[in-house]
């Protein structure tokens, strides 16, 4: 392919995202997340802001888990010095613990309301309130029509939304989200043969990325942020084969033995 077709290519290309939604703040610049291959299945390569995630947790502790991963995205998006608005009607999160990720919660506004049917109107018009970092709702479930309305208000202020659903009734329902992860808590490394202290890890999976790619991957968060960790299946592969190998040799040596 020529260097001109693939210079047309890539306008066609920008020019479809743009007319699904991916239009980028004119004063925004492309943020790196260090979320290693999971940036590489968004369209660009890029984590997608100004859009509406969606975020599944069907066990309290996936809840937890996401709670935590979350923190840490807030820590780049909110690196400019922006606030979050985090809503929700029984929330878990305890706001100090998001400084382990870097987050400083005094920029972000928690509003407790006491009725689910309100998180949604608080969150569409808080996302229409430009300047904003990002804002989150905790609900359950949330159909195509509300998940569009929340994808029209993004799209005209560019604030990131992240929809946090906890224990829905129906995990994989259709909506107009731009990204779906599911995260999964993993034991963390050692140290000092004591269990539980080390770096939080995390499996994520990307269940859904329009015009991009889905995948699981290992994260652990370290003091500079976000690293792609190896798959702990993976990492004890190479013993296992080893103990293979030393089993085939050991009957190998007794069959010559015998013959």
Same mark, same amino acid.
């Given at each position: 392919?020529?260097?001109?077709?693939?210079? #047309?290519?890539?306008?066609?290309?920008?020019?479809?995202?743009?007319?699904?939604? !991916?239009?980028?703040?004119?004063?925004?610049?492309?943020?790196?997340?260090?979320?290693?291959? #999971?940036?590489?299945?968004?369209?660009?390569?890029? %984590?997608?802001?100004?859009?509406?995630?969606?975020?599944?947790?069907?066990?309290?502790?996936?809840?937890?888990?996401?709670?935590?991963?979350?923190?840490?995205?807030?820590?780049?998006?909110?690196?400019?010095?922006?606030?979050?608005?985090?809503?929700?009607?029984?929330?878990?999160? %305890?706001?100090?613990?998001?400084?382990?990720?870097?987050?400083?919660?005094?920029?972000?506004?928690?509003?407790?309301?006491?009725?689910?049917?309100?998180?949604?109107?608080?969150?569409?018009?808080?996302?229409?309130?430009?300047?904003?970092?990002?804002?989150?709702?905790?609900?359950?479930? #949330?159909?195509?029509?509300?998940?569009?309305?929340?994808?029209?208000?993004?799209?005209?202020?560019?604030?990131?939304? !992240?929809?946090?659903?906890?224990?829905?009734?129906?995990?994989?329902?259709?909506?107009?989200?731009?990204?779906?992860?599911?995260?999964?808590?993993?034991?963390?490394?050692?140290?000092?043969?004591?269990?539980?202290?080390?770096?939080?890890?995390?499996?994520?999976?990307?269940?859904?990325?329009?015009?991009?790619?889905?995948?699981? !991957?290992?994260?652990?968060?370290?003091?500079?942020? !976000?690293?792609?960790?190896?798959?702990?299946?993976?990492?004890?592969?190479?013993?296992?084969?080893?103990?293979?190998?030393?089993?085939?040799?050991?009957?190998?040596?007794?069959?010559?033995?015998?013959?």
């Amino acid at each position: 392919m020529t260097a001109e077709k693939q210079e #047309i290519l890539a306008k066609l290309r920008t020019q479809l995202l743009e007319v699904q939604g !991916f239009r980028p703040s004119p004063s925004a610049t492309a943020q790196c997340f260090g979320l290693g291959e #999971i940036e590489s299945c968004f369209p660009n390569s890029t %984590f997608p802001t100004g859009t509406i995630h969606e975020f599944i947790a069907e066990h309290p502790e996936d809840a937890a888990a996401t709670d935590g991963f979350i923190s840490g995205l807030l820590h780049k998006l909110m690196e400019n010095g922006a606030s979050t608005l985090w809503i929700s009607r029984n929330r878990k999160l %305890f706001p100090p613990s998001m400084e382990r990720f870097g987050t400083d919660a005094q920029q972000v506004v928690f509003i407790d309301v006491p009725y689910e049917k309100q998180i949604l109107w608080t969150m569409e018009e808080a996302l229409k309130t430009e300047g904003l970092a990002c804002v989150i709702a905790e609900i359950p479930d #949330i159909d195509f029509a509300q998940s569009r309305r929340l994808q029209l208000a993004t799209e005209k202020s560019h604030v990131t939304g !992240f929809v946090f659903r906890k224990a829905p009734k129906r995990a994989l329902s259709a909506t107009a989200c731009t990204v779906r992860w599911k995260i999964s808590p993993e034991p963390t490394e050692m140290q000092d043969n004591i269990p539980g202290v080390g770096s939080p890890r995390w499996e994520v999976t990307l269940i859904k990325v329009r015009n991009g790619h889905t995948g699981t !991957f290992h994260i652990e968060w370290s003091e500079n942020g !976000f690293t792609q960790i190896q798959s702990p299946a993976l990492a004890q592969a190479p013993e296992k084969e080893s103990e293979k190998q030393h089993t085939y040799h050991r009957i190998l040596a007794e069959e010559r033995g015998t013959a």
